[in-house]
């Protein structure tokens, strides 16, 4: 089991954040139960060994050195289990130590260990009181005498045999193994050669069984001298320790298995390119494992091949040969193939006798392989690759090795995915500082000035164009409580506040204003949210563009426009003008008559009325042709309405009725006066233009609440109150291929000389920046209506 375990500087707030997936069969407790509570594992620490445990450690963390410790730990189950853990100190930023560790179960070491220690004791007992497989050697003869209990060791009788007796030289030739027969003969020519009487000797050698096999006898000796001080007898015993030599190979194996996880996975704690780590396990399992070969294949999509990338030992041009291919049966059926297709280790006992391995078999029994097992490294839970091992004995691998390099293979695997996971880290690290680097480049090389906030309000970004157009020294720019100075350079401040407070109560929103700073600089502003794609808000962005040229523009392209108009009306004026002046001229005659003061008194009254009347039309065409815009104010909508009826029926020809729907108490809307007094007249001008042999020409308002639904039916349009004004004629109405082009700017049906074709445009850009939306009905024959829906503003007291 791989962990990683956090521990303040004190020893104290312990806490794992990372323990590998073996945990559950090591401890029987879930990965997710050990990283909620440290104690989980501590707990499972039998009492005796605490006090062990907890003075290594302090030693370890007060020289930052490496932490190793057996100890027994007792799980939910009752079991005991002993286990081995290294790990190593290292410093983290916050202070705290960070122990990257690995822990081992040694258990069936141990046991195996107690079992040899117990079976070599009693085989010592039962040879020294029982005297087991006793003989005699009688040197003057040349005769070995032994009992029945050997031969049944053997593997036949002494019946069979032809007695108890026969020469060494017999019992060498009929059951010593060819290879052990020097070793017995040299011992017993040792023996022979003596001359200590105390004289004892103790050795192995195998036997060859009748039935074929083999076993391993422990030979223990002495010697008799007789009176001439020569050897003239040696007396000895014969035990089989067969189990017992199988059982040392065993715990050899699992030891060097052992050896071979623990430092593969310090390699994995140590060793941050993965390439250097896979080649460096082989490494590791060639010469602590005593495997013959090792290999890392890994999966190559695009050819469907398990190709090599790392190896170690006896490899002699193997790996170009083995070839992989997970689409070919055949080349798929050996233990790397079968491993990576199943998920599950996959092994061969017997390279020289498994069918599976016909394509391989030459070339392995040449190289020495005699068993071999895969085992698949999943990274994220699939089969990237495997680790293959080559052993020079048949079946090495049986169920402890395997579950030993099942975790090893695991380990590996993790290891991977932790590589992957930091070069996709890393890449995204760069990537980010790219962005970044370039979002920045760009945010400085905006002609608009930028301002980026957290969700908290922050500033996080400003760029350089926003000092500019907010006149804001560097210092107060280098510092982020800024907005006192910004909104102390607004014309209308409160305006700004209430503003900002609405969108940080409103994250969702997003707003567009204008605003005036006390320097006639004229900004329109943008703000919106940024959230991430799981709707995560990360904070707000505001862009302010500077519109004071264009705002001069707009205002004088706007007095054109009222200039037109009023040349426009300036046939009507001049006509009403001159019915004004007609009674005045002729009262003026009469009066140079002479006549009663009665009569005089009436013309002057008539005069008088004559006079103001003129006076009136004057004073409104005068309004109009010098109006301001740019200030909006609550407006009462029936004043407007009023006006305009009033300058049209002194205007517009008599054969045009005027009809005015003005209900009281209407909505109020935040506007420009004069603009919208203009969005009017443009209207009913173009009324008037339709109907060139008369007609109707009617102005109304009405408020009304806009549902959503509604809303969603018309394109800008917000949901709410309104209030609508609409321009309605009898002319012929609109046809279709002139419909589609009515707002576009110069556009228009009219003679040279008698229209620019700005008129709707300028309307419709009007309406638009009032918030507001412009909607035309017509019908050919029947007539037009033009449809303005502006939004109701707060109740409060209108101009």
């Keep these: 089991m791989m962990y990683q375990l956090d521990m303040g500087a004190d020893g104290t707030d312990r806490r794992f954040t990372y323990v590998s997936a073996g945990v559950e069969r090591l401890h029987e407790v879930s990965a997710e139960e050990v990283l909620l509570d440290a104690k989980v594992l501590y707990g499972q620490v039998v009492a005796e060994d605490r006090p062990m445990v907890a003075a290594r450690e302090a030693e370890a963390l007060a020289g930052m050195k490496p932490f190793m410790a057996e100890m027994r730990m007792q799980l939910p189950s009752g079991a005991i289990r002993w286990s081995l853990f290294s790990s190593a100190p290292r410093h983290a930023a916050n202070g705290h130590v960070v122990w990257d560790g690995i822990e081992l179960d040694i258990t069936a070491q141990k046991q195996a260990d107690e079992a040899l220690r117990e079976k070599q004791s009693q085989l010592l007992l039962a040879m020294d009181i029982a005297k087991l497989t006793h003989w005699e050697f009688d040197v003057v003869n040349n005769i070995v005498t ?16 032809g007695g108890l007796s026969m020469s060494p030289e017999e019992y060498i030739r009929r059951f010593v193994h060819p290879e052990d027969a020097g070793i017995v003969a040299t011992e017993v020519a040792l023996g022979i050669a003596a001359d200590d009487p105390d004289f004892a000797r103790q050795f192995e050698h195998r036997i060859i069984r009748r039935d074929g096999t083999e076993r391993v006898m422990l030979v223990r000796s002495r010697i008799l001298m007789d009176a001439c001080g ?64 090792a290999w890392v294949g890994m999966h190559d999509i695009a050819a469907q091949k398990v190709q090599p990338v790392a190896s170690d030992g006896v490899v002699e041009g193997y790996l170009d040969l083995v070839n992989i291919d997970l689409r070919d049966k055949a080349r798929r059926s050996g233990p790397s193939g079968q491993s990576f297709l ?27 392989y005699r068993s071999c097992a895969s085992f698949p490294l999943k990274v994220a839970g699939k089969v990237s690759g495997n680790i293959t091992l080559y052993s020079g004995e048949v079946g090495f691998f049986n169920e402890e090795e395997t579950l030993l390099l099942d975790e090893l293979a695991m ?88 503003k900002i407070a609405h969108l940080n109560a409103h994250p969702d929103e997003s707003s567009s204003d204008v605003i005036e700073l006390l320097d006639g600089t004229v900004l329109e502003s943008y703000s919106a949210p940024v959230r991430g794609s799981d709707g995560t ?117 008599k054969d045009i009725t005027v009809e005015c729907v003005n209900p009281p108490h209407l909505g109020l809307v935040l506007g420009d006066a004069t603009q919208l007094h203009q969005v009017l007249l443009n209207l009913c001008v173009n009324a008037r233009d339709a109907m060139p042999e008369g007609g109707r020409l009617r102005l109304s308002a009405a408020s009304l609440d806009i549902d959503t639904s509604y ?62 939306l412009l909607k035309v009905v017509t019908a050919l024959g029947k007539g037009t209506t033009f449809q303005i829906y502006l939004p109701a503003a707060p109740d409060q007291a209108a101009i």
């Design 146 to 161: 032994a009992d029945d209990h050997i031969f049944h060791l053997l593997g036949t009788t002494s019946d069979q045999e």
């Design 230 to 293: 020569r050897t003239g007898k040696i007396l000895g015993t014969n035990q089989d320790v067969t189990e017992m030599k199988q059982a040392e190979l065993r715990i050899r194996q699992l030891n060097r298995i052992y050896a071979v996880l623990s430092e593969i996975n310090k390699t994995i704690v140590h060793e941050k390119d993965p390439l250097s780590m896979l080649k460096k396990a082989c490494q590791i399992a060639v010469e602590k494992g005593g495997f013959r070969m």
């Design 537 to 653: 808000y990360y904070g707000r962005v505001w862009t302010f563009h500077d519109i004071t040229e264009r705002k001069k523009l707009e205002a004088q392209f706007l007095r054109a426009q009222r200039m037109e108009s009023i040349g426009t009306l300036a046939s009507g004026v001049a006509h009403d003008l001159n019915n004004i002046l007609t009674p005045i001229m002729m009262s003026v005659a009469v009066l140079r008559l002479g006549m009663s003061e009665e009569k005089r008194s009436g013309l002057c009254d008539t005069i008088e009325m004559s006079a103001a009347r003129g006076a009136q039309i004057v004073k409104q065409v005068l309004a109009f042709g010098r109006g301001l815009e740019g200030e909006r104010h609550p407006l009462q909508i029936e004043m407007l309405l009023t006006e305009m009826e009033q300058m049209i029926r002194s205007t517009f020809p």
């Design 342 to 368: 199943s998920g599950e280790h996959a092994i061969c006992s017997d390279v020289e006798n498994d069918p599976l391995l016909a394509l391989w078999r030459e070339e392995m029994l040449k190289r020495g």
């Design 711 to 772: 809303a969603s039916m018309l394109p800008d349009m917000a949901p709410g109150p309104h209030v609508l004004l609409e321009v309605s004629d009898t002319g012929g109405g609109i046809p279709p291929e002139v419909l589609e082009r009515i707002f576009d700017p110069f556009f228009t049906t009219k003679e040279i000389g008698k229209g620019t074709g700005l008129g709707l445009s300028t309307v419709h850009g009007i309406v638009k920046s009032h918030g507001g």
């Design 411 to 498: 380990d590996i695997g993790f290891a991977l995915e932790v590589g992957e996971s930091e070069a996709k880290r890393r890449q995204a690290e760069q990537e980010l500082r790219w962005r970044t680097a370039f979002f920045e480049a760009q945010v400085h090389s905006a002609i608009d000035g930028i301002l980026v906030l957290d969700n908290a309000g922050r500033k996080l970004l400003q760029n350089r164009r926003m000092n500019e157009l907010w006149k804001i020294p560097q210092p107060i720019a280098d510092d982020s409580p800024q907005l006192p100075f910004e909104i102390g350079q607004v014309k209308e401040p409160e305006c700004l506040l209430q």
